[in-house]
């Protein structure tokens, strides 16, 4: 990763927008009166965030198009995300100098399905914490003490307007979602730690198989249990989907 992204920083070092943000903040200092010193500071400042800003859309491009920055989320969503991404590079740095042959083809495929789950995660994270938002939406106190309000009107006269009963029954049908949204995302927050467990562990396994057997067979249980976790992250994004109303998630 690391000489991608210094090839990056030189190509886009010496473009033409590097150079001209150069020029212009070193124009800015000597306006600014700050002498060289400050016109030499403001030129580099300005050349750093022109080659900051390509390269970083550069990497978050090559990451493809399911990868999530984990800083784009809150807790405990990021977390999760780190720690898939975590055994992720874990598995890529102890088997990047595995030799060509049958072993090293099946660890490539157990890679690619590794990468797939990080991106599952993701995707699951990032639908999670939108939930969320809807779920800090609904003021469920607000919600029960009008309900209480309505409830206690409707005793006193119970011949008034049908129009209290309808509004009741609206208001327990909100917080009757709160409630299935609080559950959704209890039960996503719980299952998708023990996805990250899991995926640690098909990751130790490959690595620990990877240095003790050269037969690619061995690893079919990895296979396995890579498959499983990511049909149990599918089934949390679905569970989310469904949760919040059937809206298809992102890519």
């Known amino acids: 990763m690391w000489p991608l992204l210094a090839r990056d920083a030189v190509v886009a070092g010496m ?6 943000a150069a020029g212009a903040g070193a124009a800015v200092g000597i306006l600014l009166d700050g002498g060289p010193v400050g016109a030499v500071t403001l030129a580099v400042v300005a050349w750093l965030i022109a080659v900051a800003i390509p390269v970083g859309r550069r990497h978050l491009a090559r990451r493809g198009p399911g990868s999530i920055d984990p800083f784009s989320l809150r807790e405990p969503w990021r977390h999760a995300v780190q720690e898939a991404l975590a055994a992720q590079t874990r598995f890529r740095q102890a088997t990047a100098g595995v030799a060509a042959g049958p072993l090293q083809d099946r660890l490539t495929t157990i890679g690619a399905q590794l990468e797939r789950g990080v991106a599952e995660a993701g995707r ?15 003021d469920t106190r607000t919600i029960g003490a009008e309900l209480q ?7 006193v006269s119970p011949t008034e307007d049908s129009n209290l009963a309808r509004t009741a029954e609206a ?3 909100q917080l009757a979602t709160a409630e299935r949204i ?26 620990e198989l990877s240095v003790r057997t050269d037969d690619p067979d061995q690893l079919g249980s990895v296979n396995t249990t890579v498959d499983e976790v990511l049909e149990e992250m599918e089934a949390l994004r679905l ?3 469904e949760a919040d109303g059937g809206a298809p998630s992102m890519p």
């Open 171 to 173: 208001l327990r049908a």
């Open 15 to 20: 473009g033409p927008t590097a150079i001209l």
């Open 124 to 138: 699951v994270a990032r639908r999670g914490q939108t939930l969320e938002d809807v779920r800090r939406q609904i």
């Open 182 to 207: 609080d559950g959704v995302l209890n039960e996503t927050r719980e299952r998708l730690g023990l996805v990250d467990a899991r995926l640690d562990e098909a990751v130790a396994r490959s690595l």
């Open 239 to 241: 569970a989310l989907d």
């Open 149 to 155: 309000r309505v409830e206690a009107i409707a005793q």
